[in-house]
């Protein structure tokens, strides 16, 4: 008996030890998991979401090139995140690097030609010169003929040809001095470099370089993608001055206008698996193609700031 209750004893001292052991691992579970979970909220829950209906709102930057062309390359696809300075499309550039080659060579010859104007007007001050001494010439001739011709030396039919030698010279210097008068209008108080056919020759190398350099649509700022271009898009461009932002009103005119369109064959890739009818095949086109020759003369049409002005003007009235 003794053994039994000394046994009963001990197992009862034991076990408040266990549960107290037990108790204290628990506790400590529970703050390791507590940590766990603040540590992932403040390292990684808290910068990210997951949904599968959420919609977004951001700000959507729209770029508009400034120039007309042909798609030729897209530097980022739908969703990219891209750089502020990043390529996003090139066009096609030769009828850029043409135009700039033509104002370079523009600019040459502009400056030779005003180089020539100047060059003109130092020639016909030599010849003012030149006929200024014709002129005291035929008037010393007439005096020493009228002087001679007054004590008979001479006959009096050679005085009138000595007057009209003079008269002619006369003229001639007038005309002369008339000619070198127009030369300096056109280059009085310039240089060649401030002379306005060069500087309007300058303004078009410059407006080429910028169409040339606008070939090249960079992002502004950076951000995600939303509606890439596809290649071979033709983009067109109108003048800045022309283009008038205006809220919309009941009665507004609106203007469309195009061009053919052709088919891409019977219904596009959703056609092969339809039963097509006569009269489904007139209404199967379900792609349309533009012309681009056309498309092309309406975008250059409307680069014209007169037919701007004569939509927007109907539009208007």
Known sequence: MATADSNTATAQDNNPRKRKVMLIGLALIVILGVAGVWAWHELYGRFSE???????????????????????????????????????INFDPNDAAVGLQSAQANLARTVRQVRGLYSNVD??????????????????????RKNLAAGGAISQEELPHARDDLTSAQNALANVQQQFKTSSALVDDTVISSHPDVQAAAAQLRQAYLTDARSTLIAPVTGYVAKRMEIGAVVAAG?????????????????????????????????????????ALQNSAEVQKGDAPTERKLQRLFRDPAVIESYTGAAHA
């Open 123 to 144: 020639g016909m001050k030599a010849q003012v010169l030149a006929q200024q001494a014709n002129v005291q010439k035929a008037q010393d001739n007439y005096t020493r």
């Open 50 to 88: 997951s949904t599968d209906d959420a919609y977004v709102n951001g700000n959507v930057v729209e770029i508009t090139p400034l120039v007309t062309g042909t798609v030729v390359s897209i530097g980022a696809d739908d969703g990219d995140l891209v750089h502020e300075g990043q390529v996003l």
């Open 239 to 279: 003048p800045r001055d022309c283009v008038r932002r205006e809220a919309p009103a009941p009665g507004d005119v609106i203007v469309l206008v195009g061009g053919r369109t052709g088919r891409d064959g019977v219904g596009g890739a959703t056609g092969s698996s339809k039963e097509h009818t006569e009269t």
